[in-house]
Each structure stands twice: as C-alpha cells, then as structure tokens.
C-alpha cells in the first residue's frame, strides 16, 4: 500500500511538472520568436546602412577588403626615443653631433635641439624551416630620411635595413640578399648620439648587397668567420649630377675575417671599388677608387667591463661616413680636376656595469683628413671624446644622459670646438 502510495505521488508531481514546463515553454517560444524578428530587422537595417556608404564612397559589396594573415612568425620591435641637446657651438646637423661648423664666421653660436625621429620600427619574420635551411627576413625604418624643407616636427621614414636571410645552421653558413649594415667596420661605441661615431672616426653604414658568411670551428675552442659581399656603390651626385657609383659599371668588395677566442674577437676587414665622373675636360670619363682597410678588437675584461676598439685607413669613404663626409675633392683654381680624399682614424671605448640599474660607456674617435687632398675651408681633423650613463627604470624605459666635447679642424682658419649635452628618454618594445 505504501509502495502504491509513493508510486502515485510521483506520477502526480511529473504531471505537474509537466503541464508547468509546457506552459513556460510556450512563453519561451513565444518570446524567441519575437526576438528572431527583432534582430533579422537589425541586420536587414544593417546591411541596407553598409550599402549606402559603399554606394558614396564609390564601391560595392565585392570590393570590401579582406584581413590578410601571415603564415610566418612575425616579431615585432623598436623603440620611442626623445632627445633634446645642448651645444656650446653649433653642430651640423643639429638633432646628432657630425661636426661642429667653421667658427671663423660665428663663433660660440650655441645651439638646442629637440626631436623624436630617431624612434625605431623593426619587424622580424621567421620561417619556414625545413630541417636543414632556415629562412627569415628583418626591415627597419626610422624617420631621419633625407628631404628639403621638411619641418623638424615631420620626420621622413626611412629605411634603414630589409633583407632576406638563407641560414644553413648545421654547416654554419648563411647567405643575405637586401639592404644590411656593411660587412667591413662592424662595431659601434654606445652613444646616445645617433650617429655612433660616424664623420668622427667610426666608419661603414647600411646598403644593398649580397653577402656570404661561413664559420669554421676548432677543436680547442674558438672559430674563424669569413664575410665576404658584392655592394652597391653608392656615389656622388653633386658634381656632375650623374651617379657615380651607378656609372662605374660594376659593384664594390667587402670582404671580413675575424678570429674569436674566449669571447675576444679580432678582425681584419676592407673593401674596393670604383666611381666614374663625367668629364669634358679630356673628352672621356674620370675613375675614382674607393678603398679601406681596417681592424676591430672586442675584449671582455672582466664580467662589467669590455674594450671595443677599431681603426681604419683609405680614400674616398664619403659613403662609408669616414673623411669626415669627403670624398673626392675637386679643386677649383684648376679646371675639372678631381683627386680622392685621403683619411685615417679609428675609436676606443668602454662598456661599465651594470651596476644596479646603470650602464656607463666612455670613449673618444677621431678622424684625420690628408690635408693636401682638401681646399682651403675643408675639414681636415674631427675629434669627440664622450661619456654617457643609462639609467633603467624599469625593463622598458631608459633614461639616458651624454656630455661630450667636439672639435673640428679646417684647413685655413675657421677650427670649431662645442661642448655638448644631450639627454634621451627611450621606451623600447
């Protein structure tokens, strides 16, 4: 009887249950039905919208644009940097130190600059890799591209690397195809000043070229590395208005070969070409060399202290941002002639720390012009000696502080000396 009982409750509380759910379930349709409506409205109103604004813009349906999505693994990289300088003398160009002006005019014209157009953009794009070839490519611009009359708060994007990497890692072999940093000179002293040197005794840039590199280990430790590259010379235009580098008919040689052992690296690099200068004094063309060789040394001295160091010798390195940005001279108490410049120099300097959160770097450059290949007024011996400290405030940002003392040579009177001040803060990413 009990079991009846029970048996009949539960029957009872399922019809209720039941006729409960059917009643709510009708609510429910009836509620999802309406809001079907409501948004096939909204979306019907919706695409009638997007219609008409293609229809003013000129476009249809089939001409709107798709989101593109690489299959590489792209890495992306830079920093934002702003720098405000102080000079007791004006420098060209002002934003970074490359010289300080013939004072025989206006001395003592002190100087403040302020610019963001060092900020940097990279991207890496790794892939694929099959195993045994691994394939990349980096591009890098900046916004100090040349341009006439463009105001200090318009930067102009240039390009400073874009290149295509074949990497054999298990041979230790790798080919490059773009726009890189030369294969001779490959140091840099830390400076917040952009230009690292150059103009003032640290020479090589960035151009297009082709360039090979091998490595061959030793048993003991150690290995060899070969560089060699076929570059684009690039030449001078403000002669005779053609390009003479494009002119020479064929390209310049790179070519490095550096030893490292425990950490320290000496190598021995230098590069050959040729430029042609249209002339009329002869009734046919003028072929200028280009030439350098030089030494870089890296030696760690102890875990918060290394030497970086470089010297270089040649003619013609106006491209390479040596003979403090002179080539060939052109002399004008006679007719067409033209001779290559002739400069030699080199730097020093010293990576301290870290210590806490500070990283300090001292040096000193110079670059020294054969004075007989200049005309009177020509630069003929550029020297900085500087000290800087990096102050991290946290892993991205960077406070960093620069005083450095300049001088300039000129063949006749005019010799400039500037102190400068210079202050970043950089945020990098």
């Given at each position: 009887?009990?079991?009846?009982q029970?048996l009949?409750?539960?029957?009872?509380?399922a019809c209720i249950?039941?006729?409960?759910f059917?009643a709510?379930?009708g609510?429910l349709?009836k509620?999802n039905?309406?809001?079907?409506?409501?948004?096939n409205?909204?979306?019907?109103?919706?695409?009638?919208?997007?219609?008409t604004?293609?229809e003013?813009?000129?476009e249809t349906m089939?001409?709107?644009?798709k989101?593109?999505?690489?299959?590489?693994?792209?890495?992306?990289y830079?920093?934002?940097?702003l720098?405000?300088?102080?000079?007791?003398?004006?420098i060209?160009n002002g934003?970074?130190?490359?010289?300080?002006e013939n004072?025989?005019v206006?001395?003592?014209d002190?100087?403040?600059?302020?610019?963001?157009?060092e900020?940097?953009?990279?991207?890496?794009?790794?892939?694929?890799d099959?195993?045994?070839?691994k394939?990349?490519?980096l591009?890098e611009?900046?916004?100090?591209?040349?341009?006439d009359g463009i105001?200090?708060?318009?930067g102009r994007?240039?390009m400073r690397?874009?290149?295509?990497?074949?990497?054999?890692?298990?041979?230790?072999?790798n080919?490059i195809?773009?726009?890189?940093?030369?294969?001779?000179?490959p140091?840099y002293p830390?400076t917040v000043?952009y230009?690292?040197g150059?103009?003032v005794?640290?020479?090589?840039?960035?151009?297009p070229?082709i360039?090979?590199?091998?490595?061959l280990?030793?048993?003991?430790?150690?290995?060899?590395?070969?560089?060699?590259a076929?570059?684009r010379?690039i030449?001078?235009?403000?002669?005779?208005?053609?390009?003479?580098g494009?002119?020479?008919?064929f390209?310049?040689?790179?070519?490095?070969?550096?030893?490292?052992?425990d950490?320290t690296t000496?190598?021995?690099s230098?590069?050959w070409?040729?430029?042609?200068?249209?002339?009329?004094d002869?009734?046919?063309n003028r072929?200028?060399?280009?030439w350098?060789?030089?030494?870089?040394?890296?030696?760690?001295?102890?875990?918060?202290?290394?030497?970086k160091?470089?010297?270089?010798?040649?003619?013609n390195?106006?491209?390479?941002?040596?003979?403090?940005?002179?080539?060939?001279?052109t002399?004008?108490?006679?007719?067409?002639?033209?001779?290559?410049i002739g400069?030699?120099?080199?730097?020093i300097?010293?990576g301290?720390?870290?210590?806490?959160?500070?990283?300090?770097?001292?040096?000193?450059?110079?670059?020294?012009?054969?004075s007989?290949d200049?005309?009177?007024?020509?630069?003929?011996?550029?020297?900085?000696?500087?000290?800087n400290?990096?102050?991290a405030?946290n892993?991205?940002?960077?406070v960093?502080?620069e005083?450095?003392h300049?001088?300039?040579?000129?063949r006749?009177?005019?010799?400039?000396e500037?102190?400068?001040?210079?202050m970043?803060?950089i945020y990098?990413?």
């Open positions: 009887m009990v079991k009846s029970i009949l409750s539960l029957v009872l509380l249950c039941t006729i409960g059917a709510d379930s609510d349709a509620e039905a309406e809001l079907r409506q409501k948004l409205q909204i979306d019907q109103e919706l695409q009638s919208l997007k219609k604004v293609m003013q813009d000129g089939d001409a709107m644009p989101m593109v999505w690489s299959n590489l693994d792209i890495q992306l830079g920093y934002l940097k720098d405000a300088a102080y000079d007791s003398s004006r060209n934003n970074y130190g490359k010289w300080v004072e025989s206006n001395k003592n002190d100087q403040f600059n302020m610019t963001a157009n900020s940097r953009l990279g991207a890496i794009l790794n892939g694929p099959d195993g045994q070839m394939t990349s490519g591009v611009v900046d916004f100090f591209g040349p341009g105001a200090e708060n318009q994007l240039m690397h874009a290149y295509i990497m074949l990497d054999w890692p298990d041979n230790r072999f080919i195809a773009g726009q890189t940093s030369d294969v001779i000179s140091l830390r000043n230009s690292v150059w103009f005794g640290n020479i090589g840039y960035r151009r070229q360039r090979l590199t091998k490595e280990g030793f048993e003991k430790g150690g290995f060899l590395k070969l560089e060699g076929v570059a010379t030449g001078d235009t403000s002669i005779t208005m053609t390009d003479s494009e002119d020479a008919g390209p310049t040689f790179q070519g490095r070969a550096s030893l490292t052992f950490e000496i190598g021995l230098g590069h070409g040729q430029e042609e200068y249209d002339t009329t002869t009734g046919h072929e200028f060399t280009t350098s060789l030089n030494l870089d040394y890296t030696q760690p001295i102890c875990k918060k202290v290394e030497i160091a470089e010297l270089f010798t040649g003619e390195l106006s491209a390479y941002l040596g003979g403090i940005g002179q080539g060939v001279m002399d004008t108490t006679l007719p067409n002639y033209y001779e290559e400069s030699k120099g080199g730097w300097a010293a301290l720390g870290p210590w806490d959160n500070k990283r300090f770097n001292v040096g000193v450059t110079v670059d020294d012009v054969d007989s200049v005309n009177v007024g020509d630069r003929t011996l550029n020297r900085c000696v500087f000290g400290v990096y102050c405030v892993k991205q940002t960077d960093a502080f005083l450095s300049w001088r300039t040579q000129y006749g009177p005019g010799d400039g500037s102190l400068r001040a210079q970043a803060l990098k990413f």
